[in-house]
């Protein structure tokens, strides 16, 4: 998985996944990308509006295919599936993508025995969960784009509040990407200082605690709002979505919460959910054992049960 020779191969060339095709290409991480989609037409003419900036950016090529395009990828990321509509909750879309992710995850793995696949689609815990039973692939494998758009948009509210760049901003969302999902407030921290010590000291003169509820309140909904408002979110988990991939291909070590089936983990077994997880190019290389609060122990195990409810409902 050399960074100049790397391959990623798109699945679903809707909105989300030509614009992370576009992101990826500004980038300059992958030196061959493939636009896969059951409308080849679109896909066909997404490749050829990425391809005239190509004297803008490193070289890359950029083409469409059939399945057979995953053929030596070093990352399938697989976007396709029914978009959530305004009101539509992501779990409510689970029956639908389910039966599209049973059809499509043999077909890329046909092509792309060796290669992580990352699956963006929604609910993207349960399909992540899906992927792996289906692929056979070893857990490390098959992951989740899971809480690392969630946790971006908790470290911006938070900087945006305390009025600091969100790149000092160290804080996690993690569970399912979802209505369970919950912060790690026990370790949030700016500049290697807890929140809980640092807001009390610092110029804000706000009621912090009833502040940073609302914070989090804003995350969880934040997807709600902007589908609401233009119809789906693409820019922010197209941009997500390199930041998981350059750290697959430039074997990077990152921390990112994406998910990935976890087991004895606060006594949660066989499912897929986000935490904290060194990734490089073995896919998902450990889960950091984060020392929980009681509180979040407790919301890490609802959502880890409201997740295997669904499971349940899922013929896999």
Not at 144 to 149: N, R
Not at 161 to 189: K, M, Q
Not at 228 to 247: N, P, Q
Request: net charge negative; glycine share 8%; charged share 25%.
């Amino acid at each position: 998985m050399q960074g100049a020779r790397s391959k990623v191969a798109i699945i679903g060339a809707g909105s989300v996944g030509s614009t992370f095709a576009f992101s990826l290409m500004i980038s300059g991480v992958a030196r061959e990308i493939v636009l896969i989609d059951t409308n080849q037409e679109r896909a066909e003419g997404e490749c050829m509006d990425l391809n005239h900036g190509a004297s803008f950016v490193h070289p890359v090529n950029i083409y469409s295919a059939g399945y057979e395009g995953c053929e030596g990828a070093d990352v399938v990321v697989i976007t396709a599936g029914a978009k959530q509509k305004p009101g539509q909750s992501r779990i409510d879309l689970v029956q639908t993508n389910a039966e599209i992710f049973k059809d499509i995850t043999p077909k890329i793995v046909k092509f792309a025995k060796d290669a992580i696949l990352l699956v963006v689609s929604n609910p993207v815990d349960v399909l992540t969960y899906i992927t792996l039973k289906i692929s056979g692939l070893a857990a490390n494998r098959v992951i989740g784009s899971g809480t690392v758009l969630d946790s971006s948009r908790f470290r911006y509210l938070i900087s945006e509040h305390c009025r600091l760049d969100p790149r000092n901003v160290h804080a996690y969302i993690i569970g399912e990407h979802g209505d369970t999902e919950f912060p790690v407030w026990s370790h949030a921290n700016i500049g290697g200082m807890i929140l809980a010590k640092y807001c009390p000291v610092c110029d804000g003169h706000c009621d912090y605690k009833e502040e940073l509820g609302k914070i989090f309140e804003e995350v969880k909904n934040a997807a709600y709002k902007i589908i609401e408002a233009k119809g789906a979110t693409y820019y922010a988990i197209g941009l997500a979505l390199v930041r998981i991939v350059e750290s697959i291909l430039r074997d990077e070590n990152s921390v990112l919460p994406v998910s990935s089936r976890i087991n004895d983990y606060y006594g949660i077994n066989d499912v897929c959910l986000s935490i904290p997880s060194v990734v490089n190019r073995n896919g998902r290389e450990k889960i950091l054992r984060l020392e929980l609060s009681e509180l979040e122990q407790e919301q890490l195990k609802h959502s880890a049960g409201t997740l295997k409810d669904i499971m349940k409902k899922v013929n896999v």
